[in-house]
C-alpha cells in the first residue's frame, strides 16, 4: 500500500539581496527603472528591454564573505521607439543614482514579449492582410495566429536601420485548438515594431490549409491507456540539500543559482568540497545563445532562423513549473523577477525546479569466488527550467553528480514548425508529417559559456585524441594505441570541432596544481552527438551566427564577454560575438580561461514529431580527471533494503 505523503512545495522569496550574484528582486527592478526615468526624464514611448544584475567582476565576488555590504548595481538596455535609439545605463542601488549612460549606434534590441501581442494584432487588423486571407476561404482574422519571426538581415536597403519582424501565420478552427496544424502557407508580413506598423504584406499565391486538425490536448483525446499504476516519489526526511537564498548545498556540492531574462537559468560558483575545503570547479555557466536554422530555400522561408537566447529572450520566456505534472518529488523552487517593457517587474513562480533524482547504480562488484557484492547507488541533483519560444519547447536541466560530474542536457518538445503543401506533392526540404503539412529540415544549435576555474582561475586547455600506432619496431604487434594531449595556447588554436573516431575530448588544467599522484588537476569537457551546420559559408546565418562553425571556443576571462552572438544579435549582419571576441588570437595558455561549447542538434522530422515532439535529449558533460587523488565516491554509504544493507 503507497503511503500518502502530504506533497509540499518551497519557493524562494523576493527578499533582499545577501549575496553580490542574487538575481534583482522585483523591488530592485521597479528602483531601477525610476531612477532612470527620473534621471534621464525618459518618455512614455521608451521600452526596457532589460534590468538585471550587473554582475560584479570576478575580482569582486572572491573577495565577498557573508554578512560583508552587497553591492547592488543594475544593468539596463532601453529603447526609444520615437526616435529608434538604443542605451545602455548602470544604476547604482546603493547609491540610487544613475552610474552610467551610452548610446548605441546602430543595433536592434531583441523582440519583446509584450511586442508579440502587440505585432499579433496589427497584422490582424490590416486591411491588406484581411483582403489576402478572404483569397484563402479566410473570414476571421482573430482565429489567425502571428507570429513574430527576427527579420534577420540580408542587405535590403528598405530593411536598413528599421526594428522588424516577419510573421508566420496560422489558423485556429477554435480558440483552443492546435493552429500549427493549418498553416496559411505563402503569406507573410514585414512589421515595423518601433512604429507598429506594416512595412509591406508578401503573398506568393494560395496553397490551400492541410485538412486535419492535429489536436494533442487530452480535450481531444478519445481513449487513454488504461495500464498506468500509480508512481510515487517520497523522501520522508527531505531532501539531502540546503537552501540559502540562492545559494544551495547538496552532499559535497556547493553552488549558487542566477537567471537571466536573455540566458535563463544561470549556476554560479559551482565547488565541490574536498579534504576540508570547497574546490572551484565552474565559476559561472549559462546558455550564452543559440539558434535554430531551418533549409528551405523557398521566398517564404529562407529567413526561417531565429536566436532564441539573443532576439528573444529565452529566460523571459520560462515556464511557471507545476508540482506533479513538470517536477515530481520533493521539489525546491526558485521564482524569476523580471522587468516589462513598461519598467516594471513581473514574477515566474517556480522558474527553477531543483530535486533529486535517483540515477541506478554508483558503481557495483561481484567478487566470484566469494560471492561478495557490494553495489551503490547513485543519486542527481537536478536543476532545471523549460521556455516556450514561439511553437517549441526547451528545457535546460542540469545534473550534478556524487562522483564530481556535471552534465547539461537539453529537452526539445513543443511543436515543430510547420508549412503547407500542395496535395501529392513531395517535400524537397522536409518532411511529410499529415496530409499537406510539411515540416522542414533544420538544425537546433545552442552556445553555452562555461568559466571553468579548476581549482583556481589559471588553467590550460588540452585537445586529446587516441592515437592508432604504426607497426614497426616499437610496435611489432601492430596493437599499439595511446591518448595524446595537445595544448591550445592561443584563441585560434583553440577554435575546434569534436571528432568521435579519435575520442576527442578537451581538458582543463590547473597546472599549477597537481594530485598525489604529480599530476596537474583536471577536468574534461567530453562532448555528446554534435553536428555541424549545412548551410554554405556564404549564407547570411553563418556570419550572424558564427559560433556555429566551430564546437570549441575558448576565450580568456574578460568581463563583458557574455554571448557567442555578442550583446545585440537581431538583425546584426554579422562578426559579432565569438568571432570578433577571438579576432586577435589572445593567449589562454596559464590564464583564466572561458569554455564556448558549440552543441548541433539535427532534426529531419519525423511523423512522430506531430503534432506534438516526445521529448528528444542532447547534451555535454564535465567529468574530473584527476581532479580527485581516487575514486571519490568510495564514502557513499551501502543503501538500506528489505533484508538489510545491500552489500555482501
Ligand atoms: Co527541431
Known sequence: MAIPVEKTSVSTTDQQASHPLDPLTSGEIIRAASILKQERSLGPRVRFETIVLNEPDKACVAGFSAGDPVLREAFLVVLDNETESTYEATVSLNEGMVTSWKHIPGVQPRIMFDEFAECEATVQADPQFQAALKKRGITDPDLVMVDPWSAGY????????????????????????????????????????????????????????????????????????????????????????????????????????????????????????????????????????????????????????????????????????TLGCDCLGEIYYFDAHLNTGSGEAFTIPNAVCMHEEDYGILWKHTDWRTGHVEVRRSRRLVISSVATVGNYEYGFFWYLYQDGGIQLEIKLTGIINTAGIAEGEVPAHGTLVAPQLNAHIHQHFFNFRLDLDVDGPSNTVLEVNTVAEAPGPDNPHANAFHAEATPLKSELEAQRVVDPMSGRYWLVTNPEVKNALGQPVGYKLMPGENILPFA???????????????????????????????????????????????????????????????????????PEDWPISPVAYCGFSLKPVGFFDTNPVLDVPPSAHHNGACHT
Do not use: C
Request: hydrophobic fraction near 30%; charge should be negative.
Open 536 to 606: 554554405h559559408p556564404s549564407a547570411s546565418i553563418m556570419k550572424r551566427a558564427g559560433f556555429m562553425s566551430k564546437h570549441l571556443w575558448v576565450t580568456p576571462y574578460t568581463s563583458g564577454e557574455l554571448s557567442a552572438t555578442g550583446p545585440y544579435p537581431n538583425q546584426h549582419p554579422g562578426g559579432a560575438g565569438l568571432p570578433e571576441y577571438t579576432r586577435n588570437d589572445r593567449n589562454v595558455e596559464n590564464t583564466d580561461v572561458v569554455l564556448w561549447y558549440t552543441l548541433g542538434y539535427h532534426h529531419v522530422p519525423r
Open 154 to 321: 540580408y542587405g535590403y536597403e528598405d530593411e536598413e536601420g528599421r526594428r522588424l519582424a516577419l510573421t508566420r501565420n496560422f489558423l485556429r478552427s477554435g480558440p483552443n485548438d492546435n493552429g500549427y496544424a493549418r498553416p496559411i502557407e505563402g503569406l507573410s508580413a514585414l512589421v515595423d515594431l518601433n512604429k507598429m506598423e506594416i512595412m509591406r504584406i508578401d503573398d506568393y499565391g494560395v496553397i490551400p490549409l492541410p485538412p486535419n486538425p492535429g489536436n494533442y490536448a487530452a480535450e481531444f483525446v478519445e481513449e487513454f491507456r488504461q495500464d498506468l499504476k500509480p508512481l510515487e516519489i517520497t523522501q520522508p526526511e527531505g531532501p539531502s540539500f540546503t537552501v540559502d537564498g540562492y545559494g544551495v548545498t547538496w552532499q559535497k556540492w556547493h553552488l549558487r543559482v542566477g537567471f537571466t531574462p536573455r540566458e535563463g537559468l544561470v549556476l554560479h560558483q559551482i565547488g565541490y568540497e574536498d579534504q576540508g575545503r570547497i574546490r572551484p570547479v565552474l565559476h559561472r555557466a549559462a546558455l550564452s545563445d543559440m539558434v535554430v536554422p531551418y533549409g528551405d530555400p523557398s521566398a517564404d522561408h529562407y529567413r526561417k532562423n531565429a536566436f532564441d537566447a539573443g532576439e528573444y529572450g529565452i529566460g523571459s520566456l520560462t515556464n511557471p513549473l
